[in-house]
């Protein structure tokens, strides 16, 4: 019987989609228990030929270019009452599917986030996936609502929930936070748990370059949603008390410390000029 459905929502991702499903056909479940869905999204390669290589597959298609549209096809496709999510850059951990799954062993939680693991080697990387991670730690245990987010690279939910709360926005970004907070509003903070232990490998973070990158996309989409919830970013003081804790729990040392901070401050600032290029889009 299966239990639980993972979706993973490809754009010509020929070049990870292989390492992806073979990590996914590798977890500590019975083979039985769970489906692999990928949904193309108009990919060109052939990430749909790698998809039908492997014959449990369920591989469907959506021919609107949105990430989101092809993860509710998926939803509604999907056999499991417990609906995963990672994306084809994403290799997850052999324990990842049932850690994610014994997170929602208690029924008030909805909604279960494990931790992706930038698999650059350089040392800033290294530093801003720790960081990260003791972000997580930060936001996810916190009864400050407004600063919950989602990603929809290391997740897991109840299929009802979709029901309950509505499907994703078919936006191009941010539509994993809007759901988080919808979920929020409806159950509270208690109803979201990170669980660190339920790890993916996130093969698109090399550099911090990219990791910078991804900041000035992800204040783009901050600025894009703020009319639709109410999530806002994380104050200074807020970022400054995770990176004490972070410079005490990896005892950096003081350069480690000081090279960390410097890279944060690329990093809100990139986040800082994704927000305002799209208030001067908008003309506002």
């Known amino acids: 019987m299966i239990e639980v459905s ?3 929502p490809v754009h010509n991702a020929a070049a990870s989609l292989g390492n992806c499903l073979d990590a ?3 977890q500590n479940l019975p083979a039985a228990s769970f489906e692999v869905i990928v949904v193309d999204n108009r990919s060109t390669d052939n990430s749909v030929a790698i998809a039908r290589r492997y014959h449990k597959v369920k591989v469907l298609a959506e021919s609107q270019r949105s990430a989101y549209k092809a993860r509710n096809r998926g939803v509604r496709a999907a056999a499991g009452k417990l609906i995963g999510f990672t994306d084809a850059d994403c290799i997850p951990d052999k324990n990842w599917l049932s ?15 494990g931790r992706d693991i930038p698999s650059g080697p350089t040392t800033a990387v290294r530093l801003l996936g720790s960081y990260d991670h003791f972000k997580e730690i930060f936001v996810l245990s ?4 407004s600063i919950y987010y989602g990603h929809t690279n290391c997740l897991m939910t109840r299929r009802e929930i979709f029901d309950e709360v ?28 990170y669980r660190p ?47 004490r804790k972070v410079v005490s729990s990896c005892e950096l040392s003081m350069p480690q410390a000081i090279y960390l901070f410097n890279l944060l401050a690329v990093g809100v ?16």
Not at 99 to 113: E, T
Not at 142 to 145: C, H, Q
């Open 99 to 113: 850690r994610l799954q014994d997170g929602l062993a208690d029924p008030a939680v909805k909604i279960v986030m």
């Open 166 to 193: 509505g499907f994703f926005d078919e936006r191009p970004r941010g539509a994993d936070v809007i759901f988080v907070q919808r979920v929020l509003n409806r159950y509270g903070t208690d109803a979201v748990l």
């Open 269 to 284: 600032a990139c986040y800082g000029l994704g927000w305002i290029s799209l208030l001067r889009e908008s003309g506002q």
């Open 24 to 26: 996914l056909f590798s």
């Open 142 to 145: 916190s009864t400050d609502a």
């Open 197 to 243: 232990d339920a790890v993916v490998d996130h093969t698109e973070i090399r550099s911090s370059f990219t990791y910078f990158k991804k900041a000035f996309i992800y204040g783009r989409s901050a600025r894009s949603y703020g009319h639709i919830t109410t999530a806002r970013p994380l104050h200074n003081s807020e970022r400054m008390e995770i990176f």
């Open 6 to 8: 993972v979706i993973v």
